[in-house]
Nanobody, 124 residues
Framework: QVQLVESGGGSVQAGGSLRLSCAAS?????MAWFRQAPEKEREGVAV????????YYADSVKDRFTISQDNAKNTVYLQMNSLKPEDTAMYYC????????????????????WGQGTQVTVSS
Protein backbone atom coordinates (compact mmCIF):
# COMPACT_ATOMS: atom_id res chain seq x y z
CA GLN A 1 0.00 0.00 0.00
CA VAL A 2 1.19 3.51 -0.84
CA GLN A 3 -0.33 6.70 0.49
CA LEU A 4 -0.02 9.77 -1.71
CA VAL A 5 -0.68 13.35 -0.66
CA GLU A 6 -0.83 16.10 -3.26
CA SER A 7 -0.55 19.80 -2.60
CA GLY A 8 0.08 23.04 -4.42
CA GLY A 9 -3.04 23.49 -6.50
CA GLY A 10 -4.86 26.78 -6.76
CA SER A 11 -6.14 29.47 -9.07
CA VAL A 12 -3.91 31.42 -11.43
CA GLN A 13 -4.28 33.60 -14.49
CA ALA A 14 -3.27 32.40 -17.92
CA GLY A 15 0.47 32.61 -18.39
CA GLY A 16 1.12 32.04 -14.71
CA SER A 17 2.84 29.20 -12.89
CA LEU A 18 2.08 26.68 -10.18
CA ARG A 19 4.09 23.92 -8.55
CA LEU A 20 2.41 20.74 -7.41
CA SER A 21 3.90 18.35 -4.88
CA CYS A 22 3.16 14.69 -4.21
CA ALA A 23 4.55 12.99 -1.12
CA ALA A 24 4.56 9.18 -1.14
CA SER A 25 4.67 6.99 1.93
CA UNK A 26 7.33 4.78 0.35
CA UNK A 27 9.56 4.37 -2.68
CA UNK A 28 7.79 3.53 -5.94
CA UNK A 29 9.08 2.39 -9.33
CA UNK A 30 7.45 5.27 -11.15
CA MET A 31 5.37 8.26 -10.23
CA ALA A 32 3.15 10.25 -12.52
CA TRP A 33 0.76 13.15 -12.70
CA PHE A 34 -2.62 12.82 -14.30
CA ARG A 35 -5.42 15.32 -14.73
CA GLN A 36 -9.13 15.16 -15.26
CA ALA A 37 -11.37 17.98 -16.36
CA PRO A 38 -15.16 17.81 -15.91
CA GLU A 39 -16.77 15.35 -18.32
CA LYS A 40 -13.40 14.34 -19.76
CA GLU A 41 -11.31 11.23 -19.36
CA ARG A 42 -8.35 11.17 -17.03
CA GLU A 43 -5.19 11.85 -19.02
CA GLY A 44 -1.54 11.34 -18.26
CA VAL A 45 0.53 14.51 -17.97
CA ALA A 46 4.03 13.41 -16.97
CA VAL A 47 5.83 10.44 -15.48
CA UNK A 48 9.23 9.97 -13.85
CA UNK A 49 10.98 6.66 -13.34
CA UNK A 50 12.48 6.87 -9.89
CA UNK A 51 15.72 4.94 -10.31
CA UNK A 52 16.77 6.35 -13.70
CA UNK A 53 15.15 9.78 -13.55
CA UNK A 54 13.77 9.28 -17.07
CA UNK A 55 10.77 11.47 -17.78
CA TYR A 56 7.98 11.47 -20.34
CA TYR A 57 5.36 14.09 -21.08
CA ALA A 58 2.07 14.43 -22.85
CA ASP A 59 2.43 16.50 -26.02
CA SER A 60 0.00 19.07 -24.64
CA VAL A 61 2.35 20.02 -21.80
CA LYS A 62 5.81 19.51 -23.32
CA ASP A 63 8.11 22.50 -22.87
CA ARG A 64 5.72 23.98 -20.28
CA PHE A 65 5.62 21.40 -17.48
CA THR A 66 8.54 19.76 -15.71
CA ILE A 67 8.36 16.72 -13.45
CA SER A 68 11.13 16.25 -10.90
CA GLN A 69 11.81 14.28 -7.76
CA ASP A 70 13.42 14.41 -4.37
CA ASN A 71 14.26 10.80 -3.63
CA ALA A 72 15.24 11.50 -0.04
CA LYS A 73 11.68 12.68 0.60
CA ASN A 74 9.86 10.27 -1.77
CA THR A 75 8.34 13.40 -3.26
CA VAL A 76 7.60 14.30 -6.84
CA TYR A 77 6.96 17.78 -8.16
CA LEU A 78 5.22 19.17 -11.21
CA GLN A 79 6.34 22.65 -12.18
CA MET A 80 3.71 24.13 -14.48
CA ASN A 81 4.60 27.25 -16.45
CA SER A 82 2.78 29.22 -19.14
CA LEU A 83 -0.51 27.84 -17.88
CA LYS A 84 -3.51 27.93 -20.16
CA PRO A 85 -7.25 27.78 -19.38
CA GLU A 86 -7.32 24.29 -20.91
CA ASP A 87 -4.95 23.14 -18.16
CA THR A 88 -7.81 23.57 -15.70
CA ALA A 89 -8.48 20.19 -14.07
CA MET A 90 -8.15 18.10 -10.96
CA TYR A 91 -4.56 16.88 -10.86
CA TYR A 92 -3.77 13.47 -9.43
CA CYS A 93 -0.54 11.82 -8.42
CA UNK A 94 -0.15 8.09 -9.00
CA UNK A 95 2.43 5.37 -8.52
CA UNK A 96 3.09 2.23 -10.48
CA UNK A 97 5.09 -0.95 -10.08
CA UNK A 98 7.49 -2.70 -12.44
CA UNK A 99 6.03 -5.10 -14.96
CA UNK A 100 3.61 -2.85 -16.75
CA UNK A 101 4.07 -2.15 -20.43
CA UNK A 102 5.94 1.06 -21.28
CA UNK A 103 3.01 1.81 -23.59
CA UNK A 104 1.02 2.41 -20.42
CA UNK A 105 3.43 4.96 -18.97
CA UNK A 106 0.85 7.74 -19.37
CA UNK A 107 -2.24 5.56 -19.10
CA UNK A 108 -4.24 5.24 -15.87
CA UNK A 109 -4.15 1.46 -16.42
CA UNK A 110 -0.43 1.52 -15.67
CA UNK A 111 -0.86 2.77 -12.10
CA UNK A 112 -2.00 1.21 -8.88
CA UNK A 113 -2.17 3.87 -6.18
CA TRP A 114 -3.73 7.30 -6.45
CA GLY A 115 -3.86 10.45 -4.42
CA GLN A 116 -7.01 12.45 -3.68
CA GLY A 117 -6.18 15.16 -6.18
CA THR A 118 -5.56 18.89 -6.11
CA GLN A 119 -7.53 21.41 -8.15
CA VAL A 120 -5.83 23.68 -10.67
CA THR A 121 -7.88 26.49 -12.18
CA VAL A 122 -6.50 28.77 -14.88
CA SER A 123 -8.52 31.83 -15.82
CA SER A 124 -8.20 33.75 -19.08
Amino acid sequence: QVQLVESGGGSVQAGGSLRLSCAASRYSYKMAWFRQAPEKEREGVAVIYKSTGNTYYADSVKDRFTISQDNAKNTVYLQMNSLKPEDTAMYYCATGDPGTSPYLRLSPRGYTYWGQGTQVTVSS
